[in-house]
């Protein structure tokens, strides 16, 4: 019998540099009723804080502990009611660091933290460090679950070794901007059905500071296909599109997911004539020169 789970992603506005407020606003998704089957609820990147600091010591005030005042208050949520959450934050590191992080947490606690790794020229993403640490898959309710985070998704590599590592849901907290509109239309369509597995990435809306935030969040199935979708946000002056608190083109991405459908590698389409196996069609000795150093 197939395992099935809900899996949904809130597409929301998110108010910088206010994490109280942005806690607040996470609480309120979550007593959502359109929420309550999920089995895992995801946030967007930097969902706590915002995103676009013009220096370091500007955003380190808004940088937290794991655990600490945000994690507790969400657990609380999934103490209650059996669910898992991930939401992206600005994590306080050691030394005057702060990271970009993606936090996971279930009735248990804290069950992950990934910490971005591939950092654009962008936003707080300047003046981050680089988490330093291999993709990991975690499990949420017989789920496995593989995070990153936004820039990550663009190195296909990425969502790779956590298939490899057994994911059945690659998940994407993003901050993705004008600019990354083919990003969103094609890449977690593409990681999807590359790996055979569910991806999910979580987008935000609003604007901070002249940027505006594109949506488009989306839920695709294991060949690629759309699940859920969330709308894109029109293409007008920011000043329209920045008002504080603006639920415009706010939305849950929501859909099930059947694990073993992720887990089976091997589709038989035509038994003896048509048989596709993602994982022994490899051929990883010709892939060596993705290893070295660019030499552009």
Known sequence: MAKFRTVAGVQTNVEFANCQVNLNRMMEWLRDDRLTSADLVVFPECMLSGYCFESLEEAIPHAQSIPGKATHEIHEHCR????????????????NNIYNTCVLIGPQGVISKYRKIHLPGLGVDRFTTSGGQPFQVHEANEMRVGIHICYDGVFPESGRVMAMDGADILILPTNWPPGADTFAKYIPNARALENNVYFLAVNRVGTERGFRFIGQSRLCDTNGN??????ATPSISPAVNSLPGSRDDEAIIIGRIDLERARNKCLVRVPGQHVIDRWADRHPEYYARILEPPTL
């Not at 759309?226 to 709308?231: A, H, N």
């Open 80 to 95: 209650a009611t059996g669910q898992f959450v991930a939401f992206g934050m600005l994590e306080t590191g050691e030394a």
């Open 226 to 231: 759309v699940i859920s979708e969330g709308p």
